[in-house]
Each structure stands twice: as C-alpha cells, then as structure tokens.
C-alpha cells in the first residue's frame, strides 16, 4: 500500500503569540492498516480526507462518514470503507521532494512539490458547510505536467461505476449485495479553469480542481446530486463557498479557549480540537476508532469498540463546549439497544441491555460471529457476540452521555438519552448480586479475556456513574420517582473499591478476586476517570490510595490508556507539576499531525491535552467549580467559556498568583458551588452588571437564574 506521507510536512499551530509554524521532517513510519496515522487530515464533520505522496502520485483519500459496508458479521468484509482517491500525477518529482502546510485556524492544506528551480503546489481544503472540496494547483519558474483521475480500490464486495459528463469525471461506489443495509457514495470532479484531465501548468497559472460528493443517506440520487451541484461551480461561485468555510471556522474557535504559556502544550491544544472539528458532525454516523477511512481494510474493521477507544476522544469535547462535535457519539449506542436487549436477555437471562466489544451504526454489530479460530479462548464468544467476558461497554457508553447531560442539563437531550440510561441500570438491577449487605459483581472480565472477575474496579466506577446519572435524570424530568428508592439502595451499598498492598503502599486491586494487576493499561484507575468515582471532595484515605495508585503506575503514555490516566490524577490532586511536565512529554510524542507515536488505535488520543488543560484550568467533577486547581504555581493562564457541571460557562484569569476576572454565565438556573479562588477573602458578587451579596468561606454557593451572568471579585 502506498504510503501516505514519505517526507516532511509542517503545521500552522496555534501558539500564545498567535498562528506560528512548526516544522517536522522526519515522518515516521506505520503499519499498513493505519495509512492515515500521520498524515495531514482535512474535513467537515461528514467528508473528511487526507494526503500523501509517493513515487510521483499525490494522492487525496477521499471519505465520507456515513460510508460503510454495513452487515452485522465479523468476517473483516464489513466497517467503515473508503469513498475513492484523487491521484494527481507529476513527473520529475520524488519522495524527498515533498513536504506540507497545514492551517489549523481553517484546515488549508498545501503540499509542496520542489526541486531544483521547479515547484508544484497543491492547496487543499474541505468545505465546512458543503460536501465540497477544492485544490488549486500552480507551479513557479518552470512549467510542470500534471494529470489528474478519480479511482477507487478494487473490492469484490463493491460496485463501482465511472463515467464522464461534459468534462466532469464521476465515480460511484456502493454496497449493496449480502448486506444489511445498502451504501452508496457518488463523486463529481472538474477542473474549474482547464477542460482536460492532463494539464501543463504555465508559471504563475492556477488550476481549481472541485470535487463533490454526496450519499445515499443524505440525498436519494447522490449521483444526481454532485452532478449538478459541481455543474454550478465556476471561478466566480469558489468565493461564496470559501468566505462560508471561514466563518464557519472562526465560530468553531469561539466556542471556548485557553491560553497557558506553552507553545507546544497550545499546539496540541488546538491541534486535538481541529482533529475532532474535522471528523465529528454527522448525528447519525460518529467517526470509527481512526477517524479518516484510507482503506477498506481498516484494523479492528474500524468499529466503534466499546471499552474506551470510541468514546476517549469524545472527552475533551464537552468542557471545551464543542457539543455539535460531541454529540454524534450517541446515535450508534441508542441505535443498538435492541440486538442489546437480545443479549441480555439471552446471555444473562436479565432485563436492560448487554453490548459486546465492538459495534458499527444503524444497529450494526462488526464483530457478530467472529471467527473463534483467531482467540485463544472460544469464551469471548457468546451467542455470536464477542465479549471476551465483559459486562461493561454498554455501562461504558454512558460516560459521555453523563457528561454532556450534567454540562447542559438539555431536557430535549435528557429523554433523548433516558432509554438507553434506563436500559443499562435495568440490566445491572437483575445482573447484581446482594450479599452481606452489599451488592457484589460476578463473572465481569475487567480486561478482554482476564476472566470471570469479582467485582471488576472499573465496572463498580461504571455502575455507580449509572446510577447516579438514573437517579439525576429522573429527578430532572419527573420519570419513574417511584425506582429511585431501589436504585438509591443499589448506590448505598455498591461493592466498595479492591485495594492491594504494592511495594509497601496502599493502592487500588483491578478485582476484589481475579486480576490483581495489570502491566500495559490504566483500566484500575478508571473509576476515578472517566467514571467520575472519585475526586477532590472524596475522603481523605480514599484519595491517598488514589495517589498512591497513580505513583505506582505512571503509564503517562501507555498505549491504551493515557487518554485517562492524565485525567484522574488531576481529578485526585497528584502532583500538578509532575503532571504538567509529563503532559508536554506526551504532546511531544506525536505525529506531525497530533496522533500518538506508535499508537496503533486511531483518533482516541487527539484530545487528550485538551482534556487534561481544561480540567488544570477548570474543574467541576461533583457540580463544585474549581479554578487553576491543577495548574502549577507560577504559570500564568487563562481560558474562557469552558463549560462546567451544572451548565456554567467559566471565565477566569490567573496572573503571578492573582485570580481575576472570574465570570460565569448560568444557562439553567441552577445552584453554584465554587471553591473560593480567594481563600481567607470575602466575594462580591455581581449579578448582570449590578452589585450583589457577599459570600465568604473555602467554598461559596449561591443561586442563579436562567441566563444570568455572574462576575466574581475579590474583597
């Protein structure tokens, strides 16, 4: 396969002094499955592409989301696929010739042909408002031959039709026999200002390529569609589309903001938020666990798998106030509840549903059948599903749905989420056990195939984040008062947390009986985070084994779950300079494009800096507001509208120890508890402009209404 990027490429970052450059080159390499792993990546939310070169060919990866091969069997014939290729053909260029600019402020992405006296450059950006893509094409000095086709892989599974209308070359790509549901996928090309497919570009003259594409889910006759659409498109109609694109991503980097002075953490920063801006808008068809489909051979059918790599880089999203990024994680999980309600049913003989390790959307379920003869154990398998023993993605699933919920407190999007919360602690209500006063999980791997598990850490984290998530939503929206009796018992006497003694400390045990320990992940820390089981109001004793537990580790970069582990030891108060450091370290250990190195999994680590700053800057685990809470002393920062428990948007300001400028903007009237940022010191609050009363004390609170706008000084 070719690879997608053979030389240097450079970004445009986000840093303190504004967008600087940053330059890399010396790509590293990757495995064949993940050929987008460090390359430039574009996108819409819904047509996301990527770049690279090789052997003369510059070749775009085109890619729609909603583009799959969608029947429930794990054979490998099904997952996300990709819609075709543009290949643009140069002659006298080589690998060591390339190089490539990224704009992270609108995506724009120029890659740069050079040798000698002559150069090529390609610009390319994804529409964000239209299924529209452009590159223009100009050289400098010496004229340069360039052809241009739209291809796609061959796969026997696939149909494939192309044709050419009046100088505009289409592809049509579909999926249609032996499947569940039916995909198709259609692409129109033209040179806007050129009437051929070979080109001999004259120094100092532009060539437009457009392209469009369209599916099968958004328009009935997609081909119909991008035929027309790129009929309308000439050198005068580019301008409209371009100024819409910029503005719409100007708008994107208003919704919240940071600034800490760390050029590179910055980078990353922003760099994770693009890579999420770029991928996720589809409500129907979030992105798979890489992202960008390069290939219809994606590792691990690029599902969505349910044990963290799906909902990980969803994290950062929801106190970064980018929730029309973040919702999309929704749909596949509802999508499934009744192959879900089966297997609870089925397997478990209990209500509510039961999820196996990986799913696509629309209810289809990549990993069913999947062929015993590649595990070890016929186990994992159970009535057609993998599970590899585990009782807790579905549980898991709900992590993001909590945190959306307790930043918004949406009613429209509370009953939205309310069947599928609903289901799960139905499940977990009959799969309990209640012995000596306590509610005991059995038979639940902690980790793929480690066994049938006595109550799993991770899965006691999970369960008590769906109770109490039940518990608030039912509250919120007056539905089944008369359960929360049941399920406020189940939260009382819930198993409490396995705890070891290692090399003389204290700390967490994966299992109370099974798993007592684990070398390569972070899976006994996730109660803290992303279950929310623990944090800085907890009790003492329980928040010391929690330091002690993230000492022992230190899987700062583990491959499977750093996405986590940064943020529970920021959730317990581990040392915050400790942290800071490590998590320059890991924002240094990346692609030029942001992905982790020799990271095998995709997308999930792309905001894990973004998480982690928010949460330094501002936390509200437990709907108390704690400001600069993990930032070091002596760093100087600031951030505005992160989003917070109890749907507050938070504004603050620390400069040489001095918090100042504390706003807070109160979308649902509800109660505030803030730790005071100034202890020992009184506060004034001011309420719409007007002065109001004065709180004192380590943690003050007082009401709000619906949209007030709450600024806080010190006395």
Same mark, same amino acid.
């Given at each position: 396969?070719?690879?997608?990027?053979?030389?240097?490429?450079?970004?445009?970052?986000?840093?303190?002094?504004?967008?600087?450059?940053?330059?890399?080159?010396?790509?590293?390499?990757?495995?064949?499955?993940?050929?987008?792993?460090?390359?430039?990546?574009?996108?819409?939310?819904?047509?996301?592409?990527?770049?690279?070169?090789?052997?003369?060919?510059?070749?775009?990866?085109?890619?729609?989301?909603?583009?799959?091969?969608?029947?429930?069997?794990?054979?490998?014939?099904?997952?996300?696929?990709?819609?075709?290729?543009?290949?643009?053909?140069? @002659?006298?260029?080589?690998?060591?010739?390339?190089? +490539?600019?990224?704009?992270?402020?609108?995506? &724009?992405?120029?890659?740069?042909?050079?040798?000698?006296?002559?150069?090529?450059?390609?610009?390319?950006?994804?529409?964000?408002?239209?299924?529209?893509?452009?590159? @223009?094409?100009?050289?400098?000095? /010496?004229?340069?031959? &360039?052809?241009?086709?739209?291809?796609?892989?061959?796969?026997?599974? =696939?149909?494939?039709?192309?044709?050419?209308?009046?100088?505009?070359?289409?592809?049509?790509?579909?999926? @249609?026999?032996?499947?569940?549901?039916?995909?198709?996928?259609?692409?129109?090309?033209?040179?806007?200002?050129?009437?051929?497919?070979?080109?001999?570009?004259?120094?100092?003259?532009?060539?437009? &390529?457009? %392209?469009?594409?369209?599916?099968?889910?958004?328009?009935? =006759?997609?081909?119909?569609?991008?035929?027309?659409?790129?009929?309308?498109?000439?050198?005068?109609?580019? /301008?409209?589309? !371009?100024?819409?694109?910029?503005?719409?991503?100007?708008?994107? !980097?208003?919704?919240?903001? $940071?600034?800490?002075?760390?050029?590179?953490?910055?980078?990353?920063?922003?760099?994770?938020?693009?890579?999420?801006? *770029?991928?996720?808008?589809?409500?129907?068809?979030?992105?798979?666990?890489?992202?960008?489909?390069?290939?219809?051979?994606? +590792? !691990?059918?690029?599902?969505?798998?349910?044990?963290?790599?799906?909902?990980?880089?969803?994290?950062?999203?929801?106190?970064?106030?980018?929730? =029309?990024? *973040?919702?999309?994680?929704?749909?596949?999980?509802?999508?499934?509840?009744?192959? #879900?309600?089966?297997?609870?049913?089925?397997?478990?003989?209990?209500?509510?549903?039961?999820?196996?390790?990986?799913?696509?959307?629309? #209810?289809?379920?990549?990993?069913?059948?999947?062929?015993?003869?590649?595990?070890?154990?016929?186990?994992? $398998?159970?009535?057609?599903?993998?599970?590899?023993?585990?009782?807790?993605? =579905?549980?898991?699933?709900?992590?993001?749905?909590?945190?959306?919920?307790?930043?918004?407190?949406?009613?429209?999007?509370?009953?939205?989420?309310?069947?599928?919360?609903?289901?799960?602690?139905?499940?977990?209500?009959?799969?309990?056990?209640?012995?000596?006063?306590?509610?005991?999980?059995?038979?639940?791997?902690?980790?793929?195939?480690?066994?049938?598990?006595?109550?799993?850490?991770?899965?006691?984290? %999970?369960?008590?984040?769906?109770?109490?998530?039940?518990?608030?939503?039912?509250?919120?929206?007056?539905?089944?008062?008369?359960?929360?009796?049941?399920?406020?018992?189940?939260?009382?006497?819930?198993?409490?947390?396995?705890?070891?003694?290692?090399?003389?400390?204290?700390?967490?045990?994966?299992?109370?009986?099974?798993?007592? !320990?684990?070398?390569?992940?972070?899976?006994?820390?996730?109660?803290?985070?992303?279950?929310?089981?623990?944090?800085?109001?907890?009790?003492?004793?329980?928040?010391?084994?929690?330091?002690?537990? $993230?000492?022992?580790?230190?899987?700062?970069?583990?491959?499977?779950?750093?996405?986590?582990?940064?943020?529970?030891?920021?959730?317990?108060?581990?040392?915050?300079?400790?942290?800071?450091?490590?998590?320059?370290?890991?924002?240094?250990?990346?692609?030029?494009?942001?992905?982790?190195?020799?990271?095998?999994?995709?997308?999930?680590?792309?905001?894990?800096?973004?998480? +982690?700053?928010?949460?330094?800057?501002?936390?509200?685990?437990?709907?108390?507001?704690?400001?600069?809470?993990?930032?070091?002393?002596?760093?100087?920062?600031?951030? @505005?509208?992160?989003? *917070?428990?109890?749907?507050?948007?938070?504004?603050?300001?620390?400069?040489?120890? $001095?918090?100042?400028?504390?706003?807070?903007?109160?979308?649902?009237?509800?109660?505030?508890?803030?730790?005071?940022?100034?202890?020992?010191?009184?506060?004034?609050?001011?309420?719409?402009?007007?002065?109001?009363?004065?709180?004192?004390?380590?943690?003050?609170?007082?009401?709000?209404?619906?949209?007030?706008?709450?600024?806080?000084?010190?006395?």
């Amino acid at each position: 396969m070719m690879k997608v990027l053979s030389a240097a490429f450079l970004l445009i970052i986000c840093s303190l002094s504004g967008w600087s450059q940053n330059i890399w080159t010396k790509p590293p390499s990757r495995t064949p499955n993940d050929v987008s792993i460090d390359a430039p990546l574009m996108g819409n939310g819904d047509v996301t592409m990527s770049v690279g070169f090789k052997e003369g060919r510059l070749r775009y990866y085109l890619s729609k989301n909603d583009f799959w091969r969608l029947k429930s069997k794990g054979d490998g014939l099904s997952g996300p696929r990709v819609v075709g290729f543009l290949d643009i053909k140069t @002659e006298g260029f080589t690998d060591d010739n390339f190089s +490539a600019e990224q704009l992270l402020k609108n995506g &724009v992405t120029s890659c740069l042909l050079k040798k000698d006296k002559q150069s090529l450059t390609a610009r390319s950006w994804v529409s964000a408002t239209e299924n529209l893509i452009f590159i @223009e094409l100009s050289t400098s000095e /010496k004229p340069a031959k &360039v052809s241009v086709r739209l291809n796609a892989p061959e796969n026997p599974q =696939a149909k494939l039709k192309t044709g050419e209308t009046n100088n505009v070359y289409w592809l049509t790509r579909s999926f @249609e026999d032996s499947v569940d549901i039916k995909t198709e996928v259609s692409v129109a090309l033209k040179t806007i200002n050129h009437r051929d497919s070979i080109i001999l570009l004259q120094s100092g003259q532009k060539i437009v &390529v457009a %392209l469009a594409i369209e599916s099968r889910f958004k328009k009935s =006759a997609p081909l119909d569609d991008v035929l027309k659409r790129i009929a309308k498109l000439d050198e005068n109609s580019v /301008k409209p589309v !371009w100024d819409k694109h910029n503005a719409w991503w100007e708008c994107y !980097w208003k919704k919240s903001s $940071i600034t800490i002075e760390d050029p590179i953490l910055m980078k990353a920063y922003q760099q994770g938020q693009y890579t999420m801006a *770029a991928c996720s808008r589809d409500l129907t068809f979030p992105p798979g666990i890489f992202g960008f489909t390069t290939t219809d051979k994606p +590792a !691990w059918n690029g599902d969505y798998h349910l044990n963290y790599n799906f909902q990980a880089p969803f994290y950062a999203l929801y106190a970064a106030n980018r929730l =029309a990024q *973040a919702e999309p994680h929704d749909a596949p999980l509802i999508d499934f509840i009744p192959r #879900g309600k089966w297997y609870a049913k089925n397997i478990s003989n209990a209500r509510g549903i039961l999820y196996p390790v990986g799913i696509g959307p629309m #209810g289809i379920e990549v990993t069913r059948d999947f062929p015993s003869k590649n595990y070890l154990q016929r186990k994992d $398998i159970e009535q057609g599903g993998l599970f590899f023993g585990q009782r807790s993605n =579905a549980a898991y699933g709900l992590l993001n749905m909590a945190q959306q919920w307790r930043c918004t407190y949406d009613e429209k999007y509370g009953k939205k989420i309310y069947p599928y919360a609903l289901a799960i602690v139905d499940f977990w209500e009959d799969y309990l056990k209640l012995e000596d006063d306590k509610y005991v999980i059995y038979g639940d791997a902690i980790h793929e195939g480690s066994g049938h598990d006595k109550n799993p850490i991770l899965s006691l984290g %999970l369960v008590r984040n769906a109770f109490e998530l039940i518990v608030d939503l039912s509250t919120s929206l007056k539905i089944d008062a008369d359960r929360q009796g049941k399920w406020k018992d189940i939260l009382a006497r819930l198993s409490d947390f396995p705890t070891q003694l290692r090399n003389g400390k204290k700390i967490f045990r994966y299992t109370e009986q099974g798993v007592d !320990w684990w070398p390569d992940n972070g899976l006994g820390i996730q109660h803290i985070y992303p279950s929310n089981a623990i944090n800085l109001d907890s009790n003492p004793e329980m928040l010391t084994v929690a330091n002690n537990t $993230i000492d022992e580790m230190k899987r700062w970069q583990d491959m499977n779950t750093s996405s986590s582990f940064f943020m529970a030891a920021i959730r317990i108060g581990y040392d915050p300079v400790v942290v800071l450091n490590e998590l320059r370290k890991y924002a240094q250990h990346t692609y030029p494009n942001g992905f982790q190195l020799n990271n095998p999994h995709g997308i999930e680590n792309s905001c894990t800096v973004a998480n +982690a700053l928010n949460e330094m800057l501002c936390m509200s685990v437990g709907n108390v507001i704690r400001l600069f809470n993990g930032l070091p002393k002596g760093q100087n920062a600031s951030f @505005e509208n992160i989003r *917070a428990w109890g749907a507050f948007l938070v504004s603050a300001n620390r400069k040489n120890e $001095i918090i100042s400028n504390v706003n807070i903007v109160s979308e649902k009237g509800k109660t505030c508890v803030l730790v005071n940022p100034w202890p020992n010191k009184k506060v004034l609050v001011i309420r719409n402009g007007k002065k109001s009363e004065r709180l004192q004390g380590d943690k003050i609170s007082f009401k709000t209404k619906i949209n007030e706008v709450i600024q806080l000084q010190v006395l």
